[in-house]
């Protein structure tokens, strides 16, 4: 069994951004928070085939 420590992501309205105004305006995208966490995630470790997840949050 591999077991992985995942960091527990930030909230939705944290993690994604929409410009108002520029040449992105309109487009939702990755903000600065949720770029962090997706890549610490990844870095946490990657399987592949088929999996089975189980999910246990804890609070500290």
Do not use: K, Y
Request: glycine share 10%; hydrophobic share 40%.
């Amino acid at each position: 069994m591999i077991e992985l420590q995942l960091p527990f992501p930030p909230s939705v309205n944290s993690m994604w951004r929409t410009p108002r105004s520029g040449p992105l305006a309109g487009r939702t995208m990755l903000s600065e928070d949720g770029s962090r966490w997706a890549l610490s995630a990844e870095l946490a470790g990657e399987v592949g085939g088929f999996v089975r997840v189980e999910v246990r949050p804890c609070h500290a």
